[in-house]
Each structure stands twice: as structure tokens, then as C-alpha cells.
């Protein structure tokens, strides 16, 4: 069994900055491309960023590119999303998400993962 635990989010001011992580446990991921995606409320989840398992490749939403930064540290079986130059617009809840294994490259599409955490809130006020 695999658990995946965001942790990160809060509230934050236009303009601020947040770094969220992803703990995996139960299995190492090493080996699997991992992802990030949001939900705002009323909304489809979206994709946010993909990184390979060996952190070489990494693949943004068009809209997040320059903002955002995906990264991992497969020795610590973490992953990290650093967000800067926040948004009203990029309130949500965001969801770290794992690739079955073997799986190494990035995907963009959420039937690409089949591990999801619970998700952590971001909200940005204005």
C-alpha cells in the first residue's frame, strides 16, 4: 500500500510564496514519475507539473511556467512544489500524485497516476 501526505498549504497574501511537500510512504518512488494537480471549487482538477523519478525531466502547465517549480528528493521519498508570485487564481486544493511503478516519464493527464494524497488547501487572498 502506498500513502501519499501533502503538507505546505495555508494562506497567503497576492504576491507571496508557499512550498508545499509530498511524503510517500509504504513504498519508495524512485522509480515513478510523480505530479502535482489543483482543484479550485466548482472546477475540474487540473494539472499543475510532472517530474521524472530521476528529477531530470520536468513538465508545466502552459499558464504556471516561471511561477511554479517542481523538485524531489527521492532519498528522502519527498516531492516539493515551490510556488512564487501567488494568485487569487491559484486558490485551490492541491494534489501531490504518484505513477504506477515503472512509470518514469511525465504525464500530464490524472489517469496517468493511480496514487493520490488527500490534498493540502492554498488560498490566496487578494
Known amino acids: 500500500q502506498v500513502q501519499l501526505v501533502e503538507s505546505g498549504g495555508g494562506l497567503v497574501q497576492a504576491g507571496g510564496s508557499l512550498r508545499l511537500s509530498c511524503a510517500a510512504s509504504g513504498r519508495t518512488f524512485s522509480r515513478n514519475a510523480m505530479g502535482w494537480f489543483r482543484q479550485a471549487p466548482g472546477k475540474e482538477r487540473e494539472f499543475v507539473a510532472s517530474?521524472?523519478?530521476?528529477?531530470?525531466?520536468?513538465y508545466y502547465a502552459d499558464s504556471l511556467k516561471g511561477r511554479f517549480t517542481i523538485s524531489r528528493d527521492n532519498a528522502k521519498n519527498t516531492m516539493y512544489l515551490q510556488m512564487n508570485s501567488l494568485k487569487p487564481e491559484d486558490t485551490g486544493v492541491y494534489y501531490c500524485?504518484?505513477?504506477?511503478?515503472?512509470?518514469?516519464?511525465?504525464?500530464?493527464?490524472?489517469?496517468?497516476?493511480?496514487?493520490w494524497g488527500q490534498g493540502t488547501q492554498v488560498t490566496v487572498s487578494s
Open positions: 500524485a504518484g505513477r504506477p511503478r515503472g512509470h518514469s516519464s511525465v504525464t500530464s493527464t490524472t489517469m496517468g497516476y493511480n496514487y
Open positions: 517530474i521524472s523519478w530521476g528529477g531530470d525531466t520536468t
